[in-house]
């Protein structure tokens, strides 16, 4: 069994522009949203080799909800406490 431990689980925003103007708005093509953190991609990453392992974290946000709907998605065994 391996435990992974993320202190502050992370958000990143992916925003893709098709072309950018310095003179004109530029207006986004595509968003993604990756949920994460170093402790959170490991226990990705060992799934994916079949080993057994939980995530553990602290989310310092009201992300909570995005954050587990989000990993229970992704198949992650995962324990968020709020703080």
């Known amino acids: 069994m391996i435990i992974t431990v993320t202190l502050n689980l992370a958000i990143d925003y992916h925003i893709y522009v098709g072309n950018l103007n ?32 939980v995530g553990t974290g602290f989310l310092f946000s009201n992300d909570v909800l995005l954050f587990e709907k989000e990993l229970e998605i992704m198949k992650n065994k995962i324990e968020i406490e709020r703080l």
């Open 22 to 53: 310095k003179e004109k708005t530029n207006v986004m093509d595509k968003k993604e949203i990756c949920y994460g953190g170093k402790g959170i991609n490991v226990n990705n990453d060992l799934s994916f080799l079949k080993e057994n392992s």
